[in-house]
Each structure stands twice: as C-alpha cells, then as structure tokens.
C-alpha cells in the first residue's frame, strides 16, 4: 500500500523532505498531496525545488479563509483523494490546519495515521496551533515525537504507549543535510544584507492580527534597530498590519520579502541574534548557535531554552534582552561545544521511516 504525504504549509515541506527520501530508499510506495494551503511560490515552490521533494501528485488549491472555510475545504478535498488512492497510511507533519484536517478526514475513512512533531504543547489553546496538535495526536496510530517531554504529554493524555516513538526531529536532518548550501556572502549580496544584523519574523496572529499589538511590537522593533540593523523577512500574514504601524520607517530596519529555504537559513547562520515568533526558528538557532528570543509568553518546545539559544521574551523586555545578547555574542563563535537535544542529529528520516515499514508491513 502506499504512503501518502499531506503537505499544506511552509514548514511541513521542511520537515516532509528528509521523511520522503528515507521512505524512498527503502522502496516504499508513496504519494504527495499538496493542500494548497500555502501557495506563493516564495511560500511553497521554492521550497520544493530548493530540498528536492517530488512534485505533488495534486494540488487541491484549498487556498486562505477563516479556519472554518479553510478547515472545510480541507476535509472535502483530502477526504476526496484518500476514497481515491486508499493509501496504506497516512502521514501528517506539525501542527497547521493542514494537518488536522488530513488526520480527521483520515480517520473517518478508518486509515492510519502518522503524526510527526507529535506531543509538543504549548498549553495555550488561544494559539490554532496547539489545537490543531491536540486533536492530531488524538488520532493518530503513529505519534513521532522530536522531543522526551513528548512523550509525558501524550501519555497524559490517554495516548498508549505502543503508539509513541521518539525519532528525533526532521527539521534538524533538513538543516544539516543542507549546512554547506547555507552562504551567508552570496545571500548577503542577493538581498542586500548589512555586515551585522540581527534577523526576525513576526506572523503569529497574535503578534500580528491586532493592529494596536502589532504596532506596540513595531516600536520595539524599532528600538532593536537602534542597537543594530535589523533584518526582516516578512510573511504574508500580518504584512499589512506591521507595515500599516510603520514597519519600515526606520532607516536601519531591513524589510524584506518571505526567502526561500537556502536563503533564509544562511541569513539565519549569519545574524548575531534572531528575533522571532516562529516556532521552527527556535529550533533551527539552537542548533546553528545563534541566541534566539521569542517573543510570546510560552513556546511548545522548551528544549530549545534548556538545550539551546532560546529565550523567552515580553515586547517590552525585547531591547533590554537584544542589548544583552548582542553584547555576548554568538554561543556558536566560542570555544565550548554547543549542547543539542537528543536525537537532533539528522537522523530522524531514517528513524521515522522504519517506524513507517514496520508499521506498514504490519
Ligand atoms: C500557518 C500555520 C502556522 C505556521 C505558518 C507558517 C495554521 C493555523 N497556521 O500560518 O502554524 O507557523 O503557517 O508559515 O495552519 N498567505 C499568502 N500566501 C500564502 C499563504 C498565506 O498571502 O502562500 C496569507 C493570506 O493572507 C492568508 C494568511 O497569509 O490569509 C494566513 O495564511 P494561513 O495559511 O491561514 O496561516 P499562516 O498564518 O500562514
């Protein structure tokens, strides 16, 4: 039977890249099944290209909208393509709207379900996210986690252990597998970077939907940029709303369009600090060296602060902690070796895809 990959957002392309290639050298039979969720070519394209992934065997075009007409459209076009191609198991990444729509839409038709970045918890259910994550690891056969901490959340909530299996995490494999693509210099020139910046991203709505938070954040921002220059890459969410609040009328902050994958991780590698609501960049810095803060009250992946660059940080302590961390420099440029999670060592393709093959032999 085949395994069928639901991809819809930015960061499942990340992730999905070193799953596939696992699963193809060990013969599997699959399929790719874009949602159409994230469709700039800046924000999916590019992405495919640059990490080498098959080209979808369809696109459903589900598009933007409100979470119930996206969620909807979701369900009708992934239910559509699982009656279709009636895989053996289907594999779900992260926690966007994609993928609890695949998981549901899964389970109603009685397929299995793999989850991979199962158990992180934020326990914030203001944030779709952790929604979306809850409900997943509620119905899926398979819970990959990337994390130890995973696990207790999940057998806290009723989760069998026979279903967990801790793998490492994917998007750590992407990074490494590509460290020697990431060129500061050549990006640098590309998108007219400064000698020293510090680099951010800011989409999560509630940073950026609220036109009185937003600019609270711009101004902040905007103190950053009086330490340093400030680069910022910005996501088509909240883009209105960040530039409505002056965004770019500072003249040492950078505002650019979303970069490609190579990109955005070589100005990543190159920035003294990074400033971000992501919750893949506090990944990505812990393991690249960069001293990263988050902006948000909580993160779902608190190995990142104890085993790694993050920080958590209120607007108002951001230059404050900006100053602190650029005045100490990059954990990366000293002497003592970095101390990484668990598992973060680019081989969780490979772990994730015997988990499947087993699985699905079975
Ligand atoms: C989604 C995920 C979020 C993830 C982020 C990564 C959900 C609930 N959220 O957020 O967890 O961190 O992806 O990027 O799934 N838009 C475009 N072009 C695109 C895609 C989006 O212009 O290619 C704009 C549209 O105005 C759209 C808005 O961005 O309404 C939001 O897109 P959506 O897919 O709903 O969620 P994200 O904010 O991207």
New binding site residues.
């Given amino acids: 039977g085949t395994v069928l990959h639901v991809l819809g957002?930015?960061?499942n392309f990340v992730k999905a890249a070193p799953v596939v290639r696992a699963l193809d050298g060990r013969g599997a039979a699959q399929a790719v099944v874009h949602t159409g969720?994230?469709?700039?070519e800046r924000?999916?394209e590019i992405f495919f290209t640059e990490l080498g992934l098959p080209e979808p065997d369809v696109n459903l075009g589900v598009g933007?909208g409100g979470h119930a007409a996206?969620t909807a459209a979701l369900l009708v076009g992934l239910e559509e393509q699982f009656v279709a191609r009636a895989p053996r198991l289907v594999v779900v990444y992260g926690?966007?709207?994609?993928t609890v729509a695949a998981a549901l839409a899964a389970a109603k038709l009685h397929i299995p379900v793999a989850h991979v970045e199962a158990g992180l918890r934020s326990f914030d259910m203001t944030m779709?996210?952790e929604v979306?994550r809850r409900l997943t690891d509620q119905l899926a056969d398979l819970c990959l986690v990337t994390s130890p901490e995973a696990i207790g959340h999940l057998a806290n909530e009723g989760v069998p252990v026979d279903r967990i299996h801790l793998v490492g995490n994917p998007m750590i494999d992407t990074l490494l597998a590509n460290l020697d693509r990431f060129d500061t210099e050549r990006a640098r020139a590309e998108h007219n970077l400064p000698e020293r910046y510090v680099l951010a991203t800011m989409?999560r709505p509630a940073n950026v939907d609220d036109p009185a938070t937003a600019a609270e954040l711009v101004g902040h921002l905007h103190g950053v940029a009086d330490l340093a220059d400030v680069v910022i890459p910005v996501?088509?969410?909240g883009r209105a709303a960040l530039l409505a609040a002056g965004l770019d009328r500072h003249p040492r902050l950078h505002v650019r369009e979303p970069l490609g994958y190579l990109d955005f991780l070589a100005a990543v590698r190159g920035a003294a600090a990074v400033v971000t609501d992501?919750?893949g960049l506090q990944e990505e810095t812990t393991i690249l060296g960069v001293p990263c803060l988050t902006v948000r009250p909580n993160t779902e992946r608190p190995i990142t602060i104890s085993h790694g660059t993050n920080r958590l940080v209120a607007p108002a302590e951001l230059v404050p902690e900006a100053r602190k961390a650029l005045a100490a420099g990059r954990p990366a440029d000293s002497a003592a070796p970095l101390r990484t999670p668990p598992l973060w060592d680019g081989q969780a393709g490979p772990r994730i895809a015997d988990v499947i093959m087993e699985f699905t032999r079975g």
């Avoid at 969720?37 to 700039?40: A, E, I, M, N, T």
């Avoid at 926690?95 to 994609?98: G, H």
Wanted: glycine share 4%; no cysteine.
């Fill in positions: 957002a930015r960061p969720q994230h469709y700039d924000m999916s933007s996206q926690d966007v709207n994609s779709p996210e979306n989409h996501h088509p969410r992501s919750g």
